[in-house]
């Protein structure tokens, strides 16, 4: 991989768009060095979009992404970052997994009401041949 990428690349290594990417950037979550109106996007950029894209697939807003992405530069091998990005983890784990027990609920009440409705038409559909 090259050191800098341009943003047709990164689209494609990414599966984003460029409006994904000027966003990201109109955000200050991406910093690209500009050559007049082409952008290149560096490793750094690269390591912070694949942690913007984990961050949004988990449920993270973009605060949050900031907020962690910034945590990079204090020097200290990446402890708070990582013990705030674990922190906020599990209040997404959480929030996910009661998102899923609702969700669960819904889909066996669906089942039950499904079944109630074939057993119906079954029902009336005999009651109607007779």
Not at 23 to 51: V, W
Not at 85 to 107: G, K, P, S
């Amino acid at each position: 991989m090259t050191e800098t990428m341009t943003i047709r690349e990164m689209c494609e290594a990414f599966d984003v768009t460029p409006r994904t990417l000027r966003f990201y950037e109109a955000k200050e979550l991406l910093f690209p060095i500009r050559q007049g109106t082409k952008r290149l996007f560096t490793r750094s950029d690269r390591a912070r979009l694949k942690l913007i894209l984990k961050g949004k697939k988990f449920g993270f807003s973009l605060e949050e992404i900031r907020q962690l992405l910034e945590l990079y530069s204090l020097n200290d091998n990446q402890l708070t970052q990582l013990t705030r990005t674990r922190e906020l983890a599990l209040v997404h784990l959480a929030e996910m997994e009661a998102q899923r027990a609702v969700l669960d609920a819904a889909i066996t009440e669906l089942r039950g009401e499904i079944a109630w409705g074939e057993e119906e038409i079954a029902r009336r559909s005999t009651a109607n041949a007779a």
